[in-house]
């Protein structure tokens, strides 16, 4: 039986096209088992929480996975919650989470933010995104 892989899949709920392909590129390869660890998208907390509230369900969701994707989009850069994600990864819990920044597909503008806090830096294909998880989670 293989290993299932715990993840944490960063993503903005305005950009929800590119996280839906990204489940899609992972569901790809049936001999690779994973749980998503994402903040639901129905979870009230996205629309009628605080910052604080997000804050700590995406530090309480974060907190079961090994491995945290963000996508390394411009779009990226931009997002106020980006790194806080990126900060939540690092600095709160006893071992940081690996942080492994995926490139869009095509992209020639990416974000640095995302980039210099990554672990690794992958393409947008399965195989690289899963090696990745499998070398870092």
Request: glycine letters at 2%; aromatic letters at 12%; hydrophobic letters at 35%.
């Given at each position: ?62 907190s079961h996975?090994?491995v945290v ?65 499998k070398e870092?989670?």
């Open positions: 039986m293989s290993k299932t892989y715990n993840l944490f899949i960063s993503h903005s709920w305005n950009y929800s096209d590119a996280y839906e392909k990204l489940l899609n590129l992972l569901d790809k390869d049936t001999s690779f088992s994973y749980k998503n660890y994402s903040v639901p998208k129905d979870d009230p907390v996205h629309t009628n929480g605080t910052d604080k509230e997000l804050y700590e369900a995406i530090k309480e969701q974060m996975a090994s994707l963000i996508m390394a989009g411009v779009y990226s850069t931009y997002s106020k919650w980006i790194n806080k994600e990126i900060k939540i990864a690092q600095e709160e819990f006893n071992n940081p989470k690996p942080i492994i920044a995926i490139e869009p597909w095509a992209s020639t503008n990416t974000s640095t933010v995302v980039k210099d806090a990554a672990d690794e830096i992958v393409r947008w294909n399965s195989k690289s995104i899963i090696d990745a998880i870092l989670g």
